[in-house]
C-alpha cells in the first residue's frame, strides 16, 4: 500500500499541476552529507502533498503578475491570496468569476478549473467574504497493473471557503478562514486491494494586512504588506488502510507587498512580489538510501516524515529538509509582478515565478491586460515558459470577470 498517494492523486494531480523531474531516481549522500544523483547533481526532493488544486493561482490579473497576489489591491480573489484585505476593499460589494483552462496545450479540452468568489462590507470595519474552487479532471479511463480496463470515471475536487474579516486599526487588519475540501480521485477503484474513496478535509486560512499611504519623491503612494497562512487542517485519506495513506494538505506560508505609486490622475504603477514555502514535512532518507528507503526510525513500514502531525509539521517543516539550510531555502517560491493602470480603466501587467530545480523547477514569464468600467472589470492572463518543464497552462489564455456592486452607490473605484 505504500505509495497509494503517489498512484492517483500524484499521476492525476500533482503531476496534472507540476509535472515534476523524475523523484524516483537513484540518489545518496555523498562525502559531504548532500543529497545527489549518481553524476553528482542535486536530487530532486519535491515536496508532496494531497489535493494541490488549493494553491493554483487562477486571478487572471494575478496570474499576469507571476502569481502575485498576497498585497496587491483588494478584490474579491483575496480570498484565495489574503482574507484579511477584504475589509480594505473600496467597495462595499464584489464578486469575480474565473475560468482556468488546464493542459490545453496537450489537447484536453474537458480538464478546468473554475473559481467563484464573492464578499460583502459590513460597515468599515468587518466584511465576509465566500468562495467555490471547481477543479474537473475530464473523462479518465481506469485500468489495473496490467492495462486491463476497469471502467470510466470524471475525477473531480472542489472546496467551500468562507471568512471574515475586520479592521484592527486604520492601517492593520486580519481575517480568518473556515474551509470543506472534497477530493474525488478514483472513487470505487482498486488499488493494492483496497478500495477508494472520495477524500475529505477541513482547513482554516488565517492572514493579517498593513496598509499605509506614503510619499515617494513627492508623489502619493500606496505600501501594502501582507502575511497569510492557509489550509491549515486536517490530513486526507483515499482508504481506510489507517496513517500510513494520510496524506499532507498543501498548507502554505505566503508573504508578500505591494507598492502603488500614483504619477497623477491618470497613470499608476505597482511593483509586487510574493515569497511562498510549502509548511509540510520534506521527505527524510536513511544515510545509505536508494530511491525507497525513507527514514524509519519506529520500523513500523511508514516513513516518519507522514507520521508528522499537520501542526507538528508546520514547525518542522522549517528545520527538516535532509540539505539543511541551503535545501530550506531552496524549498522557497519567489514571484513577481508589475501593473500599469491609466486612468483607472486600463491595465498592463508582467511578471515571473520562479523555483529551485530540486523542489519543482517551475520557471515562466506572465504577461496580461486589464480593462474597467463602472462596475465591469475584465482580466486577461498569458503564461511563457522559459524552461523545457512543462507547465499546465503553456500557451493558455485565461480570463477573470469581476463585478464591483458598490460603485452604483458611488464607492469608489478600485484598481482590481
Not at 500500500?1 to 499521476?11: F, H, Q, R, T, V
Not at 489507517?242 to 505591494?258: E, S
Not at 509539521?313 to 493602470?341: Q, R
Not at 515558459?385 to 464607492?411: I, K, V
Amino acid at each position: 500500500m505504500k505509495g497509494l498517494l503517489l498512484k492517483i492523486a500524484c499521476l492525476m494531480t500533482v503531476g496534472v499541476l507540476f509535472m515534476p523531474t523524475n523523484t524516483e531516481a537513484q540518489c545518496f549522500f555523498d562525502s559531504n552529507g548532500n543529497l545527489v544523483n549518481p553524476d553528482g547533481s542535486e536530487c530532486i526532493n519535491t515536496i508532496l502533498t494531497a489535493v494541490p488544486f488549493l494553491r493554483i493561482v487562477s486571478d487572471a490579473r494575478s496570474g499576469a503578475m507571476g502569481d502575485v497576489g498576497i498585497g496587491l489591491s483588494a478584490d474579491a480573489n483575496a480570498m484565495h491570496f489574503n482574507q484579511s484585505k477584504l475589509v480594505m476593499a473600496e467597495q462595499s460589494l464584489g464578486i469575480s468569476a474565473t475560468y482556468t483552462p488546464w493542459l490545453r496545450s496537450l489537447g484536453l479540452n474537458d480538464v478546468y478549473l473554475a473559481y467563484l468568489t464573492g464578499y460583502y462590507k459590513l460597515d468599515d470595519l468587518q466584511a465576509v467574504g465566500v468562495g467555490l474552487r471547481y477543479f474537473a479532471l475530464g473523462d479518465i479511463n481506469f485500468t489495473d497493473e496490467n492495462g486491463n480496463p476497469t471502467g470510466t470515471g470524471r475525477p473531480n475536487e472542489f472546496e467551500f471557503t468562507a471568512a471574515y474579516s475586520r479592521k484592527l486599526s486604520e492601517k492593520f487588519s486580519a481575517g480568518i478562514g473556515a474551509k470543506f475540501i472534497y477530493s474525488n480521485l478514483a472513487s470505487g477503484q482498486q488499488v493494492d486491494g483496497q478500495t477508494i474513496d472520495a477524500g475529505t478535509s477541513g482547513a482554516a486560512d488565517v492572514s493579517l494586512t498593513y496598509d499605509t499611504e506614503i510619499e515617494a519623491n513627492g508623489k502619493p503612494s500606496d505600501l501594502t504588506l501582507g502575511l497569510a497562512i492557509s489550509n491549515i487542517g486536517s490530513k486526507i485519506t483515499y482508504t481506510n488502510a489507517g496513517n500510513q495513506q494520510k496524506d499532507f494538505l498543501p498548507t502554505n506560508l505566503g508573504l508578500g507587498g505591494a507598492w502603488t505609486i500614483n504619477f497623477d490622475n491618470y497613470n499608476s504603477l505597482t511593483l509586487a512580489a510574493d515569497v511562498n514555502k510549502l509548511l509540510v514535512p520534506t521527505r527524510c532518507f536513511d544515510d545509505d538510501r536508494t530511491a525507497e528507503d525513507e527514514c524509519d526510525l519506529d520500523g513500523n513500514d511508514v516513513p516518519d516524515w507522514r507520521e508528522e502531525s499537520p501542526i507538528g509539521g508546520i514547525f518542522t517543516s522549517f528545520s527538516d529538509a535532509p540539505g539543511g539550510f541551503d535545501e530550506e531555502l531552496k524549498e522557497l517560491m519567489l514571484s513577481f509582478g508589475l501593473e500599469y493602470w491609466y486612468d483607472k480603466q486600463f491595465a498592463v501587467r508582467a511578471g515571473y515565478f520562479t523555483e529551485s530545480r530540486t523542489k519543482g523547477d517551475r520557471h515562466y514569464f506572465t504577461v496580461g491586460l486589464g480593462l474597467k468600467y463602472n462596475i465591469f472589470g475584465l482580466n486577461f492572463s498569458y503564461l511563457v515558459p522559459t524552461t523545457n518543464q512543462r507547465n499546465p497552462l503553456d500557451n493558455t489564455l485565461r480570463f477573470s470577470l469581476l463585478f464591483d456592486f458598490g460603485a452604483f452607490n458611488g464607492d469608489g473605484v478600485d484598481n482590481g
